[in-house]
């Protein structure tokens, strides 16, 4: 069963904005660091963003700093990730992934991840 749930990705062209959700299914609801990551073709996967339910702390790879933005509905249960100013090198799959309270920069200290939503970026 899916526990994390992305949706909003798409075409865009560059200059563009896209916004993903990130949907915690209540198994996940102890686990309050949800990063974002991004898996281009042939590429590891790269860590862009994190928030912390703790502190509500927020982190940005420096690639992203100024054009994502990062935020948090409890009431949802949904985590989003803003993105403005795309480009094509910001083509590729987006996942988001859970782990207890504090954000880690390694997709390997994430529990658990959902499906990916693709972004492609192209005019």
């Known amino acids: 069963q899916l526990l994390l749930v992305e949706s909003g990705g798409g075409l865009v062209q560059p200059g563009g904005s896209l916004r993903l959700s990130c949907e915690l299914h209540?198994?996940?609801?102890?686990?309050?660091?949800i990063g974002w990551f991004r898996q281009a073709p042939g590429k590891e996967r790269e860590g862009l963003s994190c928030?912390?339910?703790?502190?509500?702390?927020?982190y940005y790879v420096d690639s992203v700093k100024g054009r994502f933005t990062i935020s948090r509905d409890d009431a949802k249960r949904t985590v989003y990730l803003q993105m403005n100013g795309l480009q094509p090198e910001d083509t590729g799959v987006y996942f988001c992934?859970?782990?207890?309270?504090?954000?880690?920069?390694?997709?390997?200290?994430?529990?658990?991840w959902g499906q990916g939503t693709q972004v492609t970026v192209s005019s």
């Open positions: 928030i912390s339910e703790r502190d509500g702390s927020q």
């Open positions: 209540k198994e996940t609801w102890n686990y309050h660091a």
């Open positions: 992934a859970g782990r207890g309270v504090n954000c880690r920069r390694r997709g390997e200290d994430y529990g658990y």
